[in-house]
């Protein structure tokens, strides 16, 4: 199911949101244009800058000599995509539900979220990834925490979504709670398979527990969070 978009009004202007859709979207078109000159030089980029599980866990058991500088990816591999692709599925997916959220939080509480989010996400990943070698890149785990949020706040609004149906697709507007329960669902049951499944850890893929640690965490942070000052009416001001 791919989510087209919600019904559920702002009353707002998401500024944070679109500041880091543009943010995404500039370190990308970097990312390509070093990808035209050199291959090379992008899987620089993406090893020095994405988040290597193994190397965060010898930093924390002291056998390592980066110190904090092995942390620094957990923040950046935020703002790194690994295609075009990857990219579009994100932004897409944060311009539908962020900003909702930010509307709720107010701006510089919402850009909070968002990277605590991305933190959860990310010491997820790097729990049940501790030995590997792959870097792991994108703004999923943090979009997670805001459609963990969004879970919780608007069930009951509408999402409009491409529905396949076997041969054909079809467009459906299902309740937030069914479009978002579902993909965490998904998740959660990509990540067991993946876990009983993968010997190698060095290859690369889909990192389906950050995704997981980032939905959990944003539905524990929007509880813990206070809503913006001002009259709330059904998620609206």
């Not at 190397?55 to 056998?63: L, V, W």
């Not at 790097?126 to 870097?135: D, F, G, T, V």
């Amino acid at each position: 199911m791919i989510p087209i978009r919600d019904d559920q009004p702002r009353f707002t202007t998401p500024y944070v949101t679109y500041f880091i859709v543009a943010l995404n979207v500039i370190i990308f078109l970097f990312e390509f244009s070093l990808s035209l000159q050199s291959r090379a030089a992008l899987n620089d980029v993406i090893y020095q800058f994405g988040i290597i599980p193994s190397h965060i866990t010898q930093a924390i058991g002291f056998h390592s000599n980066n110190g904090f500088a092995a942390f620094i990816p957990i923040l950046t591999s935020m703002f790194l995509h690994a295609s075009w692709l990857h990219i579009i599925g994100n932004m897409w997916v944060l311009w539908i539900f962020g900003d909702n959220i930010e509307d709720y939080l107010g701006h510089f509480a919402y850009l909070l979220f968002y990277l605590f989010s991305g933190f959860a996400a990310a010491i997820t990943h790097i729990l049940l990834n501790a030995n590997s070698l792959a870097p792991t890149v994108g703004a999923s785990g943090a979009i997670a925490g805001i459609m963990g949020a969004y879970f919780v706040l608007f069930p009951k609004a509408r999402v409009l979504t491409l529905v396949p149906l076997i041969i054909f697709f079809t467009f459906w507007w299902l309740p937030a709670w069914i479009v978002l329960g579902y993909w965490f669902l998904l998740q959660f049951l990509s990540g067991a398979a993946t876990s009983i499944t993968t010997t190698n850890q060095n290859n690369g893929g889909i990192a389906f527990w950050a995704h997981v640690g980032g939905f959990v965490a944003g539905i524990i942070l929007i509880k813990l969070l206070p809503r913006r000052s001002g009259t709330y009416r059904y998620g609206t001001w």
